[in-house]
């Protein structure tokens, strides 16, 4: 998967992907954001560090849905 370009700022370098539920030991958190174990329908991807956007991956990846 390649770089994820926030629609806010523009920024490429530091949007990260959202995981829900607990991250382990080994969990990743340079790479990964942590979303919280709360699992609910629609919630955002992904978000930038850099101006605090969180988005979906909807419009870069479409859901069978
Ligand atoms: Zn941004």
Redesign the pocket.
């Known amino acids: 998967m390649g770089k994820v370009q ?1 629609p ?2 523009g ?1 490429a370098g530091d ?1 990260h992907e959202i995981v829900y539920g607990m991250p382990g030991p080994d969990f990743d958190f340079e790479k990964y954001e942590v979303g919280g174990c709360i699992v609910f329908d629609e919630q955002p991807d992904f978000r ?1 560090r ?2 605090d ?1 969180v988005g979906f991956r909807k419009p870069l990846k479409r859901r069978t849905k």
């Open positions: 926030c806010f700022c920024d949007v930038c850099v101006c956007w």
